[in-house]
C-alpha cells in the first residue's frame, strides 16, 4: 500500500549499499537547505479574489438576507497560495465573470476597510496571510496607500455615530442619568434609561439638512390647522429651527425632502380625477432635482433622506421613486405593514387635528376616580371596522356610548374626560386622531385596527398604557374591559398622563414632545445605517 511505500524509504539499508546513503544523505540535505533559504528571503507577489456584484455600486439598499447569488459568489473568495489556487481552477465560468483579480499586494502598506453595499451584511477580511480562511460576517481589508488615509467629513459624521451607539448600549448597565427637564421612567418605555441616552446623544450631535429647493405651497408649506397639522407643523419647525438644523450638507447626518402630500392632493391633484400621475411626477422631479445638483442622495441611494407625510397618500407618493419608498426614512401617520410600512426604516408618527394650531383648551380632564363612563366613541362610518363596532354596541349599552354623530349640546371633549377608555377603531386608513385626542384627555385609548404600528413604538410600549383589541373581538369589547381591574386601570391612566407629554405640540417645541420625537425616531433609523462615500450602504 501507498503507506507501507512510504514507510519503506525510511527502512535500514543492507551494509552493502550503507556508502551510497551516506552519499544521497550528503548531497540532498544542502539542497533542502538553499530551497528553504530562497523560501524566506525572495520576495513574493500576493494575490486573492474579491467578489465584485454585476451590477458594480449600484444597490436596491435591501438590508435584508444575503441573495443566493451573493452568497453563491461569496463562497468563490479565495486567498492566494497553493491551496486557494487548487481551490479557484476549479471555480465555474459564470463565477469566474463575477471575480476580479488583484494583484501586487504589498504587505506593509496600510489597508482600509471597504464594504459593497450589494454583499449586505458580507464583511470580508483579507490581510495577505497565506492560507487564510474566510466566512460571512468577517470584515474585508484592502491595500490602500499611506496619503489616501485621510478622513473625511463623512467618515468623522459616522465615528461620532459609532460613539452614539456604543454610549447607548452601555446605558442598560449605566446610572439613571440627571435631567432639569424629565427623567423616562417606568414600564411605559421598552428600555428608559437607553431611550434617555439615544435622547441627549440626539440633542448632542444630530443635524439635518432641509433642501432648500422648491416653492411653497406644495413645498416648505402644510397645512397646520387640520387632521393633517403634523405635516405644516412639521415643515415650518424644520425651516426655522436653528438646534437641529444645518445649512452645511456635509455636517447633515439626514437631508430632509421638504414636500407636503397634503398640499399636493390641494394644488396639484385633479379633483375626482382618480389619477394619481400629477402627484407622482412632482415627487419624481423633485428627487431629480436634488440629486442632480448635489452628490448625497446618490451616495446612498436615499437611505439617509426622509420624508414625512400625515395625509392617507403619503405611502403611495413615497413610491413614485423606488429608491425613496424602498430605502429612505418614511415618516407617515398611515403606518400600515400591509402597505409596505417597514418598522425597522419607517417612523410612524401621531395623526393630530389641531383644529386652531394651538392646543389650549385640548388638554385635561379630571382624576380616574370620576370618570362614569366605561367606553366612548362618535365619528363618521367610513372603513371596514367602524361599521362592526356600531353594529354591536350603537345604543346597546349604557356603559358603552357609541354614537355615529353625537346628540346636539353634548361635547365631543367633555365625553371623553367623563370616559374610562376611549374606543379608537381605524377609518380608511389605520391611523387615528382619537389616539392623540384620548391622550389628552386622560382617556386610556383602545386601539381597534389591522396592521398598525403605533407611533414611537421603537421607543414606548404600548400595552403598559393602551388596550388593544382586535376585530374579532369587537363583540366582546365590554367584558375585555370590565377583566381590567380597578387598581391596574389607576395605572393605566397615570401612565396616560406622563406618556402624553411625547405628543403634544409646542412652538417652539419643548424638549420631549411630539416634534422631538419625530425627530428622535428619525436620529434611531439613522443610527441603524452606516454610509460611505463609496456609494455603499450597510445596516450597523
Known amino acids: 500500500m501507498s503507506g507501507d511505500r512510504f514507510k519503506n524509504c525510511f527502512l535500514p539499508t543492507p551494509a552493502g549499499s550503507s556508502s551510497t546513503a551516506i552519499k544521497l544523505l550528503v548531497i540532498t540535505v544542502p539542497l533542502i537547505l538553499v530551497s528553504f533559504v530562497i523560501f524566506v528571503l525572495v520576495p513574493r507577489n500576493s494575490s486573492y479574489w474579491v467578489y465584485v456584484s454585476p451590477s458594480g455600486n449600484s444597490s436596491t439598499g435591501n438590508f435584508g438576507a444575503v441573495s443566493e447569488e451573493v452568497s453563491t459568489a461569496a463562497e468563490a473568495v479565495a486567498v492566494s497560495g497553493e491551496a486557494a489556487l487548487n481551490r479557484s481552477t476549479n471555480k465555474s465560468p459564470d ?32 490581510t495577505g496571510v497565506p492560507n487564510a480562511t474566510i466566512s460571512l460576517n468577517e470584515s474585508i481589508s484592502l491595500p490602500l496607500k499611506r496619503n489616501r488615509q485621510v478622513r473625511t467629513k463623512l467618515d468623522k459624521l459616522e465615528a461620532g455615530l459609532q460613539r452614539a451607539r456604543a454610549a447607548i448600549k452601555d446605558a442598560k448597565n449605566s446610572s439613571r442619568l440627571l435631567d432639569p427637564d424629565y427623567v423616562p421612567v417606568g414600564p411605559m418605555y421598552w428600555d428608559a434609561k437607553s431611550f434617555h441616552r439615544s435622547y441627549m446623544e440626539m440633542e448632542k450631535q444630530f443635524k439635518v439638512f432641509v433642501y432648500k429647493e422648491g416653492e411653497p405651497p ?43 402630500v397634503a398640499k399636493m392632493v390641494q394644488f396639484v391633484y385633479l379633483r375626482d380625477s382618480r389619477d394619481f400621475g400629477p402627484i407622482r411626477r412632482t415627487v419624481i422631479d423633485y428627487v431629480n432635482v436634488v440629486s442632480e445638483k ?7 441611494l436615499g437611505a439617509d433622506h426622509f420624508m414625512l407625510a400625515c395625509h392617507d397618500w403619503g405611502p403611495e407618493a413615497s413610491f413614485s421613486n423606488p429608491y425613496l419608498g424602498k430605502n429612505s426614512i418614511r415618516a407617515l401617520c398611515n403606518a400600515n405593514t400591509s402597505e409596505k410600512f417597514n ?17 389650549t383648551g385640548l388638554i385635561g380632564g379630571p382624576s380616574a376616580s370620576r370618570r362614569p363612563i366605561l367606553a366612548f366613541f362618535a365619528g363618521g362610518v367610513h372603513g371596514p371596522i367602524r361599521p362592526i363596532l356600531l353594529e354591536h354596541w350603537e345604543g346597546k349599552d349604557d356603559e358603552i356610548k357609541v354614537h355615529k354623530y353625537l346628540p346636539q349640546g353634548i361635547n365631543y371633549y367633555e365625553m371623553m374626560r367623563s370616559s374610562k377608555y376611549c374606543l379608537c377603531p381605524s377609518g380608511y386608513e389605520v391611523a387615528s386622531p382619537r389616539i392623540v385626542e384620548a391622550l389628552y384627555n386622560g382617556c386610556i385609548p383602545v386601539l381597534i385596527s389591522k396592521s398598525y404600528v403605533p407611533p414611537f413604538s421603537d421607543v414606548l410600549r404600548w400595552k403598559s398604557f393602551s388596550v ?11 367584558e375585555i374591559l370590565m377583566k381590567i381591574s380597578s387598581r391596574q386601570y389607576i395605572r393605566m391612566q397615570r401612565r396616560v398622563l406622563q406618556v402624553r407629554r411625547h405628543f403634544e ?15 428622535h425616531s428619525i436620529w434611531l433609523r439613522r443610527l441603524n445605517v452606516r454610509v460611505s462615500d463609496g456609494n455603499d450602504v450597510m445596516p450597523n
Open 468 to 478: 388593544v383589541v382586535s376585530v374579532e373581538d369587537i363583540p366582546r369589547l365590554k
Open 294 to 300: 448635489y452628490p448625497y442622495w446618490n451616495r446612498s
Open 505 to 519: 405640540f409646542h412652538s417652539p417645541p419643548k424638549r420631549f414632545d411630539v416634534f422631538h420625537m419625530i425627530l
Open 343 to 359: 418598522p425597522v426604516k419607517d417612523v410612524s408618527i401621531p395623526e393630530m387635528n389641531l383644529r386652531t394650531g394651538k392646543l
Open 95 to 126: 463565477v469566474e465573470a463575477q471575480v476580479m483579480e488583484i494583484h501586487e499586494f504589498d504587505e506593509k502598506e496600510n489597508s482600509l476597510n471597504i464594504t459593497n453595499n450589494e454583499l449586505n451584511n458580507l464583511n470580508i477580511s483579507v
Open 218 to 260: 406644495v413645498f416648505h408649506d402644510g397645512p397646520c390647522k387640520s387632521i393633517y397639522s403634523m405635516e405644516g407643523n412639521f415643515i415650518y419647525q424644520m425651516d426655522v429651527n436653528t438646534k437641529f438644523r444645518t445649512n452645511d450638507p456635509e455636517k447633515a447626518h439626514v437631508f430632509y425632502l421638504p414636500f407636503s
